[in-house]
């Protein structure tokens, strides 16, 4: 990741004017100008804006990014999405079948019996807020702002996950496979009141919110991690869950493949938009007072 540091430093009254210079390093370096020419008054009992009021700044901009990103695509995009379309017309075609032989496969293994409700809680609510939760509290506890960053992060591309998925839910009304013992129907945008008569909603099949939570949480960890462990930890457990809203007969595996696409590409924008930040920041000298502004990507 490259940064570029600009640094202005305001002369006060009286003071020598004229002194400025540049020095460019290479891209994981800092490129630093100082320019003491121009007179800006800064008020010294500024505090610079808390961790949380900066990182949940960018919240809007990421959201409508996700949402006009289909106008903005360009060839490499429309290759991965074509394909992604593709595999999920294939997958619709195949649901009942497969859907069948997850339930036989859990019917027929008594692990499968007792790991799947609980490999499920991956993509509850709590679980993976709890997650963010404690690389929170880990960056509070110890002064660690790439934790603290982290936590931040998954909550937010976790909350523009909710978001899409339950419009979509809403937009498709896609039976869920347990209603009709397998078998597969799609009710549109007509089934939306339905969906809150009867307790849980039959049909909003289409995602599966718990698993573009669960791959959502784990793109941001993945993100920020160089430990390949940690990526590998972090998808599989979102798998996992994946998996097991079919062996607890709630989606489709369209509905999994689709959820966990999503995930990760909102998982993946917020944590990539994070980096290419703007930090503003005081800066005071000898000389006088002024911004550091510094560009992250």
């Known amino acids: 990741m490259g940064i570029l540091c600009l640094s202005s430093a305001f002369a006060q009254a009286g003071a020598e004017q004229g002194d400025s210079y540049m020095q460019v390093l290479d891209a994981d370096s800092v490129a630093r100008v100082?320019?003491?020419?121009?007179?800006?008054p800064v008020a010294t009992e500024n505090q610079p804006p808390s961790k949380i009021s900066s990182m949940f700044s960018g919240f809007w901009r990421d959201e409508?990014?996700?949402?006009?990103?289909?106008?903005r695509m360009d060839s490499e995009d429309l290759l991965w999405v074509g394909g992604i379309a593709a595999t999920t017309a294939l997958l619709i075609a195949i649901?009942?079948?497969?859907?069948?032989?997850?339930?036989?496969?859990?019917?027929?293994?008594?692990?499968?019996q007792k790991t799947s409700p609980v490999a499920t809680q991956l993509g509850e609510f709590y679980v993976p807020y709890a997650i963010s939760a404690l690389y929170c509290l880990k960056g509070l506890a110890f002064d660690d702002e790439h934790a603290l960053d982290t936590g931040l992060l998954s909550v937010q591309a976790m909350i523009h996950s909710a978001v899409v998925v339950q419009l979509l839910k809403h937009l498709?009304?896609?039976?869920?496979?347990?209603?009709?013992?397998?078998?597969?129907?799609?009710?549109?945008?007509?089934?939306?009141f339905k969906r809150y008569s009867g307790g849980f909603s039959s049909y909003d099949a289409f995602p599966s919110g718990h698993t573009i939570t669960a791959f959502s949480l784990a793109?941001?960890?993945?993100?920020?991690?160089?430990?390949?462990?940690?990526?590998?930890?972090?998808?599989?457990?979102?798998?996992?869950?994946g998996l097991s809203r079919l062996t607890e007969h709630d989606h489709w595996l369209s509905d999994v493949v689709v959820g966990a696409a999503m995930g990760i590409a909102i998982g993946k924008l917020v944590a990539r938009n994070h980096e290419r930040s703007v930090t503003l920041t005081p800066s005071f000298g000898s000389r006088g007072a002024g911004v550091n502004v510094v560009f992250s990507y």
Not at 34 to 40: D, F, G, H, S, V
Not at 64 to 71: G, L, N, R, V, Y
């Open 219 to 241: 793109a941001v960890v993945a993100e920020r991690s160089e430990h390949a462990w940690v990526k590998a930890t972090a998808y599989s457990l979102a798998g996992l869950c």
């Open 95 to 112: 649901d009942e079948p497969v859907y069948k032989s997850f339930r036989d496969f859990k019917n027929d293994h008594t692990w499968v």
């Open 64 to 71: 409508a990014q996700i949402w006009t990103s289909p106008f």
């Open 34 to 40: 100082e320019l003491a020419t121009l007179q800006i």
């Open 172 to 192: 498709f009304g896609r039976m869920r496979p347990y209603v009709r013992n397998g078998e597969d129907v799609w009710y549109g945008p007509r089934m939306f």
